[in-house]
């Protein structure tokens, strides 16, 4: 590996790929688009690695998704100069998508004839038909329901356009005018990227940019491992629930960490079945990087010159078994696999966590929700579909760092909608958006505040869906004696009658005048609270997110905004019981759940569900939860093959399901 010229190659192929981001960010239509940036492009090699990634704009959750096994069935030999093919199957993919709304498009490069790469980008699209505008809904089943799945076809056929093609997704789209204005922002960014990539190999040749591909991939690798060989040695095991919809829904997911010298697999070995609800996702056979997100962002944090390509994932392998939640089977719905990629990174987190002499980080808020609603437009009186904003909560406390308030680090990329800009295109007005006081988890190094939005519908009516609703039930969970965090709410508020406590959002219907408030959560503290400076404590009591009362409380401060009693609060810490702490704080929700379900008889159960049939699968552990949950009692393996037992003979219509 030549240093400078992979150096260079580097530069250029970073600025080409930037450029491109940007192009496709100031061409867009949808709001998710041009203001959440719910996007991105990418340049891969034939093979299908991707070698330049952007980090300027856009999400960076993909840094490293792989295209091979797309571009097999495809068959490379089938990509001609000036084709794009268009696609938004997951299961033909096998992960390239990771939900039908990820509208995506692979365009091949070609130098004099040769094939020398290929550009990718995907963005969210807005909707893309199905059962509710938006396509979205966690209550969804299975992906029919969703809306339109096509796999890859030709959108372009040696540059010229395929309108059936581009009319099977238009005719389906409740906006799609906004979905084509989106479409082609794409094919800038795409055709910008080959331009820009023949003009690199103008200026030096294409051998030269050829091997700057790779050495640009091993560079990223030999960054990768040198990070790695500084984790200790080990397994480690974290696990985690994601919740679903219906009571009782919740699927367990486990992450065992094995790392030796310079590599890592992440083994997803017992995790629960795929679920009933539109929280699956699909991951495939290799290496991914919705699931390596935890692991990545460390290495990018640590080595942060290193090149964002493939080659961050290289050291990393990974087992993930099909027909789980997190790698699911058709016909899985997966609208909301934002909520369970998301306690996947907490649950690879929780394993970093054991595995650093200093600890990492204490859970994020583990919600993302997304606000899209229906309403007619309040300028051409046309039913629209809009996204009105991300909403997540307070991030987990840090070693050395207090959480960020509002945000969880894992989803930082999603920027805000500006309120102008909702109440000029929507029927409806931002109440509040503002950080809630006393929510910051405390710690030596505190969580982020929970955040509060409350909208109320002006219109006659709308209709709204919110994804990625999480963290309802069980608590961000706090690390070396950090408390956990605070749970997530729903307050809907009927015009001119009493509000009341709705839990998640699946579709809520709005007259004129309703309003709805949304409260996240927040995430986990991070180390002992009675170690915290006093004056950071001072500081939140003066920024007003905390109060004096709970800084007594939390901490055993006694302040006001302007001063510590450093005499009082040196007495009131004296005080206090200095015992053990668990290394896991995960709140009385979780610890009563435990009673019941230990990790150990879930894993048993998951592996008992997956050698059933996998059309019903999903009856079976739904039965097996419900029962043996809400009998309250330790189950035990016996239990569990008795339960399923129990729901066999019912699904086999042998024996009458229980009133």
Not at 352 to 380: E, K, W, Y
Request: glycine share 10%; charged share 25%.
């Amino acid at each position: 590996m030549d240093p400078v010229r992979t150096a260079i190659m580097n530069n250029r192929f970073t600025a080409i790929v930037e450029e491109a981001s940007a192009v496709l960010h100031r061409t867009a239509h949808t709001t998710f688009v041009k203001l959440v940036q719910d996007y991105q492009c990418a340049l891969a090699t034939p093979d299908g690695d991707i070698f330049a990634y952007p980090s300027q704009s856009g999400v960076t959750v993909f840094i490293g998704l792989p295209l091979q096994e797309t571009l097999d069935r495809i068959g490379r030999e089938n990509f001609e100069p000036g084709d794009c093919y268009i696609t938004n199957d997951p299961f033909f993919t096998d992960g390239l998508v990771t939900h039908m709304m990820d509208v995506t498009m692979i365009y091949p490069v070609f130098r004099e004839g040769e094939l020398i790469a290929f550009g990718w980008s995907f963005v969210h699209a807005s909707d893309i038909g199905g059962a509710v505008p938006g396509s979205i809904s966690p209550a969804f089943t299975e992906s029919f329901q969703e809306g339109l799945r096509v796999r890859p076809i030709k959108l372009f056929r040696r540059g010229e356009l395929n309108s059936d093609a581009k009319n099977i997704f238009l005719d389906n789209s409740r906006i799609p005018e906004e979905m084509w204005g989106d479409f082609q922002a794409m094919l800038s960014a795409l055709k910008s990227m080959d331009r820009r990539l023949n003009q690199l190999c103008d200026r030096y040749d294409v051998e030269t940019v050829r091997t700057g591909m790779k050495e640009v991939i091993d560079f990223a690798e030999l960054k990768a491992r040198s990070v790695i060989a500084r984790i200790p040695d080990g397994e480690y095991t974290f696990s985690d629930y994601l919740e679903g919809l219906e009571e009782n829904q919740h699927a367990h997911v486990i992450t065992t960490m094995r790392v030796k010298g310079e590599e890592i697999e992440l083994d997803f070995t017992g995790t629960d079945p795929q679920v009933a609800a539109a929280y699956n996702f699909i991951i495939g056979e290799r290496t991914h990087p919705y699931v390596t997100q935890a692991l990545t962002y460390y290495i990018m944090s640590l080595e942060p010159s290193a090149p964002k390509n493939a080659g961050l994932l290289k050291p990393i392998t990974m087992k993930a078994p099909r027909g789980t939640v997190i790698n699911a089977e058709f016909p899985a719905a997966m609208g909301s696999r934002v909520a369970a990629g998301t306690r996947v990174f907490d649950t690879v987190l929780g394993c970093l966590n054991q595995a650093l002499p200093d600890g990492l980080m204490a859970a994020g808020a583990g919600m993302v929700g997304i606000i899209v609603v229906n309403a007619r437009d309040p300028s051409t009186g046309r039913p629209r579909v809009s996204v009105l904003n991300p909403i997540i909560g307070g991030g987990g406390g840090r070693t050395g760092l207090d959480g960020i308030d509002g945000v969880d680090g894992r989803s930082g990329a999603l920027k805000s909608i500006p309120t102008e800009v909702i109440e000029v295109e929507t029927v409806m007005h931002m109440r509040a958006c503002h950080l809630m006081p006393d929510t910051q988890s405390a710690g030596e190094w505190r969580s982020g505040a929970a955040l509060v939005m409350e909208i109320e519908n002006t219109g006659l009516e709308a209709s709204m869906t919110v994804r990625g609703m999480n963290r309802f039930n069980f608590r961000p969970w706090g690390f070396r004696g950090g408390h956990f965090g605070k749970l997530g709410e729903v307050i809907f508020k009927p015009a001119g009658k009493p509000e009341e406590s709705i839990g998640k959002i699946r579709v809520l219907q709005m007259k004129r005048g309703d309003a709805v408030r949304i409260i996240t959560p927040s995430g986990g503290g991070f180390g002992d609270p009675l170690a915290r400076d006093p004056e950071r404590v001072r500081r939140d009591v003066q920024a007003e997110l905390l109060s004096v009362a709970e800084a007594k409380a939390r901490y055993g401060v006694i302040t006001t905004a302007e001063a510590v009693d450093t005499a009082a609060t040196e007495a009131e810490r004296a005080s206090r019981p200095h015992g053990e702490v668990p290394q896991f704080a995960f709140g009385p929700e979780r610890e009563r759940y435990n009673e019941i379900w230990t990790p150990a008889i879930r894993i048993f159960l998951a592996g008992e569900v997956l050698r059933r049939p996998k059309s019903y699968r999903h009856l079976i552990i739904e039965h097996v939860r419900e029962v043996l949950t809400v009998a309250g009692k330790p189950v035990s393996q016996a239990d569990v093959l008795a339960a399923i037992a129990e729901a066999e003979a019912i699904v086999a219509g042998i024996a009458p399901k229980a009133a």
